[in-house]
Structures are given as C-alpha cells and as structure tokens.
C-alpha cells in the first residue's frame, strides 16, 4: 500500500464504522421514539447492538470497510444492500438471544428495509464524499 494510502484507509475505516454504527442507533432511537420507550442512550444502544455486531461481523467478511469497497459508485448500493441482506438475519438472531424472546414479521420487515435504505444511503454520501477527495486505489 502506497504510504499516503495507509492514512487514508484508516480514515475511511474509522469512518465508515462510525457512520455505520450511527444508523443502527438512529434507527434504534426511532423505534424507541416510535413505541413511546426508554429514551435514555443506554437502552438505544443496547437495542442497536445486536444489529451492530450482525453487520460488523459480516460487514468485515465481505470486506466492506476495505477502501476499494466504495470505489465504484455502481457497486456501493448493491454491495450494501447483499451485505445488509447478510448481516439482517444475524442481527435479528442475536437480539432473540439477548431479548430471550421472538421477534414480530412485522419487525424484521422493518428492519431489513430501513436499515437497508439507512446503510446504502450513508455508504452511498461517503462514496461521493471520497470521490470527491479524489482517492485512487491500485486495486
């Protein structure tokens, strides 16, 4: 990797996890919102979490925090949208787990969508935000 390139893969790294973990809590804080619960940031984050962890898991397997991963903007909201399509069943799973009950059609087709149309839409802005920069990969 070309030494300017290794700055700008951690920024983009830091970014983009940042950026993503913000959807999965904007989403929370809605649904909170929404349903008239706990609006304190603790319990926005503990029902984020498991969404979280589904999307970094599989988010890092198909190498989505990888530079080149928003190189083409072409590829950014299908890529995206499989990696959310992926990540959505393990995060449903875990909140099961850590809610320790089932989780309603309604809201995993609420999930899936919103999050779906969260994440591509963020990935999509840092994608013109680096092409803008006029960052190249040699990959």
């Excluded at 940042?18 to 919102?33: E, Q, R, T």
Aim: aromatic share 10%; glycine share 8%; with cysteine.
């Amino acid at each position: 990797m070309i030494p300017g390139q290794e700055r700008t893969q951690r920024l983009f790294t830091l970014a983009a996890l940042v950026g993503d973990i913000a959807v999965f809590v904007v989403f929370s804080a809605l649904g909170h919102s929404e349903h008239k619960e706990t609006q304190g940031f603790g319990e926005i984050l503990y029902t984020a979490s498991p969404f979280v962890v589904g999307w970094l898991l599989v988010a890092y397997a198909r190498g989505a925090f990888r530079l080149d991963a928003l190189k083409k903007p072409s590829q950014v909201a299908k890529s995206t949208a499989l990696t959310w399509l992926f990540a959505w069943p393990v995060g449903l799973g875990l909140r099961a787990i850590v809610q320790h009950r089932g989780i309603p059609l309604s809201f995993d087709i609420v999930a899936l969508a919103v999050n779906a149309c969260f994440l591509v839409g963020w990935r999509s802005a840092l994608q013109a935000v680096l092409r803008g920069v006029r960052i190249s990969s040699p990959l």
